[in-house]
């Protein structure tokens, strides 16, 4: 599968605002994550997927993308198939969700000592980073605080951000019933857990190949 970015920085940015900037907040939201945090170079993960620097920001483009393909496929008419255009509304919660969904992500991983995991006898498994979270407030709930701070969401939004992690939420695996009972409310919930997966367990995976 072909990825999206070459250049993740600037194709961040250019969906961001075509899409996105007309959003109240969103310029704080951009001006936030450029000069306060390490989200454009920031890995995904600690060693799994996009392990490696500008990941998170690939990983934002892949979901992006993935979720604009989900929903123009759901809201295409069976019975007269075409090309399905979505609104400026749609394409703006598309951005919203598929580039800002795991900001809290940002700040959380550092890059792994090898001379300490060396003494600690642990080099040959070392991990190229570390995960340290400051503010451990949950998945989900942490993007959807850290986004709320700056930038206006839907309640659908709001709801999609918050359980995007789906089966792997822990509320979830706790036995929790809310997403379910957000996902009767809006499609916009399971969409983006769909565009989630797809991004890291295809796209990503056969990226890494």
């Known amino acids: 599968m072909e990825q999206i970015a070459r250049d993740p920085r600037a194709d961040f940015l250019a969906v961001y605002n075509s899409s996105?900037?007309?959003?109240?907040?969103?310029?704080?939201?951009l001006k936030w994550l450029e000069n306060e945090t390490d989200f454009f170079t920031a890995p995904v993960s600690s060693k799994h997927h996009l392990a490696k620097p500008g990941g998170l920001v690939i990983h934002s483009l892949n979901v992006w993308r993935r979720l604009r393909e989900i929903t123009v496929r759901e809201l295409t008419d069976r019975d007269a198939p075409g090309v399905r255009h979505l609104s400026e509304a749609e394409e703006e919660t598309v951005a919203i969700l598929g580039?800002?969904?795991d900001v809290?992500?940002?700040?959380?991983?550092?890059?792994?000592?090898?001379?300490?995991?060396?003494?600690?006898?642990?080099?040959?498994?070392?991990?190229?980073?570390?995960?340290?979270?400051?503010?451990?407030?949950?998945?989900?709930?942490?993007?959807?605080?850290?986004i709320t701070r700056h930038l206006a969401l839907t309640e659908e939004e709001a709801l999609a951000i918050r359980w995007h992690m789906g089966a792997y939420d822990d509320a979830v695996k706790g036995g929790s019933r809310s997403m379910n009972e957000a996902m009767n409310l809006t499609p916009w919930v399971w969409r983006l857990q769909e565009a989630d997966m797809c991004a890291t367990?295809?796209?990503?995976r056969s990226a890494a190949e």
């Not at 991990?127 to 979270?133: I, K, L, T, V, W």
Request: proline share 7%; aromatic share 12%.
């Open 104 to 146: 809290c992500k940002a700040d959380v991983y550092h890059k792994a000592d090898p001379f300490k995991a060396a003494i600690e006898g642990r080099l040959a498994t070392m991990a190229p980073y570390e995960f340290r979270d400051p503010f451990p407030l949950g998945h989900g709930e942490k993007s959807l605080f850290l």
């Open 99 to 101: 580039l800002l969904h």
């Open 20 to 29: 996105a900037n007309r959003r109240e907040g969103a310029v704080a939201m």
């Open 201 to 204: 367990w295809i796209d990503e």
